[in-house]
């Protein structure tokens, strides 16, 4: 019995050391792994991505390029993707679609401005571009006087007040401004740092700004002053002297010379009567040089053929030396020396005055505006000084010549009432001078009707 017994425990303890055997075993090896389980970390889905605002076509050339493997295609609608692939994959397209896929930049809302009067051109244009930022854009169609302004709120405020001011009816009345258009010359030799004394107190700012940018000596020269209805074309011509100077003689003669004569009628007028017709006419004090005007083979009693109407004596002077020049092919012409008109031969005047420089030339023309009533005024301004033909004064006559252009300017600027502001600057042939600068003042000075004057 007792035997019987240990036979039962020995079987016992072997079937547990069989277990425990196994049960290391098992945790030593781990099961073979199944053809599903293996495919499971693959395993391929098929998904649909809505594309709002790319274009899908080139969302799918990105994924393509950027998802490496990638996924495969199997769908593309105006909106959207259809894709399959792992679960890797699809981490990897919404990293590149939330890139892709973004609503467009704020478009600013364009507002559209019709001008009830006033039409567009390239002046007006410059205008509007000077009161925006360079963030907006400013479109014109000029048939149908629409301006297109797309930017921020501020900058469509500012061309709408812009318009108000420039947009005026016809019915009301409109303002004259008054433009000075001052020259200052610096000589080709001078003492450097100093401003002439023939520059006037309220020129001396200006003068001294022109000094310090390297002009020498400036002086003033005359003037030219002209009256201009707002918006409208305005232009004005005449000769640079030394405005303080010039001999008082001298500025008389001229004077006379600017008077505008209704009608000239000489018809086959001998010469010597048509100057004595234009002597008495102008009250001017004349001098025939004959003897030189007869060596040059035009006598006194050559005839002329002229008929105008509405010029200046100074035209007419021209227009009778002209006819008598040319009928030999000679140079007449005429120079002012101390309030005498000399009348004689290019050649022989260019000898006998050679010391009289002949004075330069200036015509300006241009727009002006007003911007702000009271404060501030747009100038488009185009400008040139020149050299007449040489020879006698700015008024002598003879065949044409070519002028010699010696500084031009062409430019839009804003001035403040009242103001002197400087045009421009710039230098000049070195037998005239260093250098000419324009500086120009406005201000208003009266009202008319726009429909007491042509439109321009």
């Keep these: 019995m007792y035997a019987r017994k240990l036979k039962n425990f ?46 899908p076509k080139v969302v799918l050339n990105a994924i393509n390029e950027l998802v490496r493997p990638a996924p495969t295609f199997v769908d593309r609608s105006q909106d959207g993707l259809t894709l399959a692939g792992t679960d890797e994959q699809f981490a990897a397209v919404e990293a590149v679609l939330s890139q892709l896929d973004q609503p467009p930049a704020e478009l600013s809302r364009p507002t559209y401005i019709t001008l009830a009067h006033r039409s567009i051109d390239q002046g007006l244009r410059r205008l509007l571009d000077s009161v925006v930022s360079d963030k907006s854009t400013i479109a014109v169609d000029s048939p149908t006087r629409t301006i297109l302004v797309r930017g921020s709120d501020a900058d469509v405020s500012a061309v709408q007040a812009l318009v108000e001011v420039i947009d005026k009816s016809m019915d009301q009345p409109s303002r004259v401004l008054e433009l000075t258009f001052f020259f200052l010359k610096s000589p080709s030799s001078g003492l450097p740092g100093r401003v002439s004394q023939l520059v006037p107190a309220f020129l001396e700012p200006v003068a001294h700004a022109l000094v310090q940018n390297g002009f020498r000596n400036p002086s003033l020269m005359t003037p030219l002053i002209v009256r201009t209805q707002e918006n409208y074309k305005f232009g004005t011509s005449g000769a640079l002297t030394e405005a303080v100077t010039e001999a008082a003689a001298d500025r008389a003669a001229h004077d006379k010379f600017a008077k505008v004569i209704p009608d000239v009628n000489l018809p086959h007028t001998m010469l010597e009567s048509a100057i004595d017709q234009i002597r008495n006419v102008g009250d001017a004090n004349i001098v025939v040089r004959w003897n030189m005007l007869e060596f040059a083979g035009i006598d006194r009693n050559a005839p002329v053929n002229v008929r105008l109407r509405d010029v200046t004596l100074e035209t007419a002077l021209r227009c009778v030396l002209d006819s008598a020049g040319g009928l030999v092919g000679a140079n007449v012409a005429y120079v002012v020396d101390e309030g005498v008109v000399v009348i004689s031969t290019r050649e022989d005047l260019r000898e006998k005055y050679g010391s009289h420089q002949t004075p330069l030339q200036v015509r300006v023309e241009g727009k ?77 000075v009266g009202y008319t009707s726009e429909s007491e004057t042509r439109r321009p």
């Excluded at 547990?16 to 495919?39: H, I, K, M, R, Y």
């Excluded at 911007?371 to 040139?384: H, I, R």
């Design 10 to 55: 020995s079987l016992t303890l072997m079937l547990s050391s069989l277990l425990l055997v196994c049960a290391a075993q098992a945790e030593a090896e781990p099961p073979p792994a199944t053809s599903g389980d293996a495919d499971l970390a693959q395993q391929q889905y098929i998904r649909i991505y809505k594309i709002s605002y790319a274009d």
């Design 368 to 444: 002006a505006r007003l911007l702000d009533p009271g404060k501030s005024a747009q100038l488009d301004v185009e400008a040139e000084v020149y050299l007449p033909p040489s020879g006698g004064s700015s008024m002598s006559g003879g065949a044409p010549e070519a002028p010699k252009s010696l500084f031009r300017v062409e430019t839009a600027l804003t001035l403040p009432l009242g103001e002197y502001v400087v045009l421009a600057a710039g230098p000049v042939a070195p037998d005239v001078g260093q250098g000419i600068a324009m500086v120009v003042r406005a201000e208003v």
